[in-house]
């Protein structure tokens, strides 16, 4: 299951690339630390981690930054993530630094992240763009089942009221300190 939502956070993710234009790279996001260069940066880090997981089952958890266009690299890095994770076997292990963890939570995680980071940078090019509902509520059950006191401030900002009345998408973006 976390496979498709992973898939369905590529897929939302790339519709808000499509925003990206090279005179918008230096806006701020709702990440307070970085601007849009450098939330992409994180993003090509991040899809080539959940790459790693799927293809060798261990993740470097190194830095690689961005050289070039980082849309494209990201689009490139999404394609092969979304080839390479229903091949996944769902009972296998991946490492993930000195942690073990099932690859399901693994590709549930990097959906939450990858949807998140895709409204983020929707945000940053001056548009709404919800999680699609269906996607936002089930990544809201996966944040409230993994994201806890110990990741604020440093990975996520504290929770934010939502505006009413709140889609999922609100409440998820709310939960993980961002203002929809």
Known sequence: ??????ERAVSYTLGSLVLVR??????????????????????????????????????ALRPTGCEGDPVAMLRRRACRLLGAWPTVSRCSQVAVGDAWLAREVVAGVGALE??????????????????????????????????????????????????SPACSSDRLVAFLGRSA
């Open 1 to 6: 299951m976390s496979a498709v939502l992973l």
């Open 22 to 59: 090279p005179e918008l790279l230096g806006n701020r996001t709702p990440c307070a630390r970085w601007d849009l260069r450098a939330l992409l940066d994180h993003m090509n880090d991040s899809l080539l981690a959940l790459a790693e997981a799927a293809d060798l089952g261990h993740v």
């Open 114 to 163: 990858v949807a998140v980071h895709g409204w983020d940078v929707a945000a940053a090019c001056g548009h709404a763009r919800p999680v699609p509902e269906p996607l936002a509520a089930a990544l809201l059950d996966l944040a409230l089942a993994f994201v806890d006191d110990d990741d604020r401030p440093h990975r996520f900002h504290a929770p934010v009221r939502p505006a």
